[in-house]
Every structure is written in structure tokens, then in C-alpha cells.
């Protein structure tokens, strides 16, 4: 099946509108039926409004799923006054034992308390505010990345398709991209970050560019520093 945009891409190189090389490799993979990715896809609608006087397309988000969903977390009100009834019930017949259940759960937390210092003692184990100290460094410094690349495979063949993920330190934005040993780009993609810090986006291995094998560069950058890491590519 043809994508849609084609049209539109051809439109747009005919007329000479946008980035050729990113519109002829958008052309190349709707004519392959090969994954496009949704800033390519972005891109060719943002010209097609511009240039070509396409209609913004309006997403409607639907809300009947979501309202579905409600009546599995509702509790009874029923129940709740039940077991409020039985606890009130329960609570004016226990009022005279209130002052004798109190003092068997203090005397149990004392038995309880010595016990865990016996069992402590028995096994060796010293806690001390240095050891305690050591481990809240330790924790520390398992996040030392405030940014970071990589991929879900080391080596890839031509056409497989390539998860990109990765993590920074920073709001809105990283910008990705792919290079050759010899520093030639071939692939470029700007990521908005989740809440929490992360990325992800795939991309297709082959097109204009990849058409040698050899070690290849993906690269982060975020505005404050930039990260790399490498991955082998196979014709």
C-alpha cells in the first residue's frame, strides 16, 4: 500500500520547496513501503501547509474508552457505611478493654524491640552512621549519567530498524543524528523528552548515505554537551 504523503512529497520536490536530500530519502522509503519516521512525517506536512495550502489536520482525541474504565475502581458506598456501622459497633463494645489492649501492644513492642537487638547482636552485623553514609554515596553514584546514547543492537544490517534511546538531564528537546566513520551525516531526528528524562525513536539502517559497511557514530546532543556511541553496519 502507497502512503499517502507521497503525493505530496513528489509535489514538493517538483516545485523545489524544502531540505531535497531529506525529501528524495522520504520518497525512496514510500516507494519501498519502509518505516517513516514521525519527524519525517512532520516535516512533510508542515511544507505541504506551507507551500502546497494542505489543511492543518485536526486529531480528535476520543473519550468513551477512558470513561469505560471508572466503574472498575468504584467501591460500593454501601459497603462503606456497612463497615463503618460494624466498626462503630465494634469500637462502643470494646471501650471497656481500650485500657488493657493498649498495655499488651506496648508491652509487645518491647518484647519486639528486644528481640531485633538480640538477633542484630547475635549476627555480627554494627550499624553505624559511617556505614550508613557509605551506602547513600554508593546509591549516588550509580546516577552519574546526565546524558546518554545507545542502541538496542551493536551491529545491524541494511534495512533492519534501529531503537534509539537514551536519557538527559535537560527539558524540551536532543537532537540525534548518524555518522559515517568519516564523519559524513546520513540521518538526523530532533526527540522531545518525556517527563522523566528519557527518549526513544527508530530508524531505518540504509538510504542515501549508508552505502558502505563499516563502524558508524549515533550522537546526542542537548544544548549543554553532546554524546556518541557506535554500532557496525552491513550491506
Known amino acids: 500500500m502507497i502512503d499517502p504523503i507521497l503525493d505530496d512529497v513528489k509535489a514538493l520536490l517538483d516545485k523545489d520547496f524544502g531540505d531535497d536530500r531529506i525529501l528524495k530519502q522520504i520518497f525512496r522509503a514510500c516507494e519501498n513501503n519502509e518505516i517513516i519516521s514521525n519527524y519525517e512525517r512532520n516535516y512533510v506536512r508542515k511544507l505541504s501547509e506551507k507551500y502546497l495550502g494542505r489543511k492543518p489536520e485536526v486529531i480528535s482525541t476520543p473519550l468513551i474508552e477512558e470513561k469505560s474504565t471508572v466503574p472498575d475502581v468504584i467501591i460500593p458506598e454501601t459497603n462503606i457505611a456497612q463497615n463503618l456501622q460494624t466498626f462503630q459497633s465494634t469500637t462502643s463494645k470494646s471501650s471497656k478493654n481500650l485500657k488493657n489492649s493498649k498495655m499488651i501492644f506496648g508491652i509487645g513492642g518491647i518484647v519486639l524491640v528486644i528481640i531485633i537487638i538480640s538477633v542484630i547482636s547475635f549476627s555480627g552485623i554494627s550499624i553505624t552512621p559511617s556505614t550508613v553514609e557509605t551506602s ?96 557496525s553496519f552491513t550491506i
Open 136 to 231: 547513600v554515596i554508593e546509591s549516588d553514584d550509580s546516577i552519574s549519567d546526565t546524558l546518554s546514547v545507545k542502541t538496542d543492537f551493536s551491529s545491524y544490517n541494511k534495512k533492519d530498524i534501529i531503537a534509539i534511546n537514551g536519557v538527559s538531564n535537560t527539558s524540551g528537546t536532543v537532537n540525534l543524528s548518524i555518522e559515517t566513520s568519516n564523519g559524513k551525516l546520513v540521518w538526523t531526528e530532533q526527540v522531545s523528552l518525556k517527563s522523566d528524562g528519557r527518549y526513544s525513536t527508530l530508524v531505518i539502517a540504509g538510504g542515501p548515505g549508508w552505502e558502505n559497511s563499516g563502524a558508524y557514530t549515533i550522537k546526542v546532543d542537548n544544548g549543554k554537551e553532546t554524546k556518541s556511541n557506535t554500532f
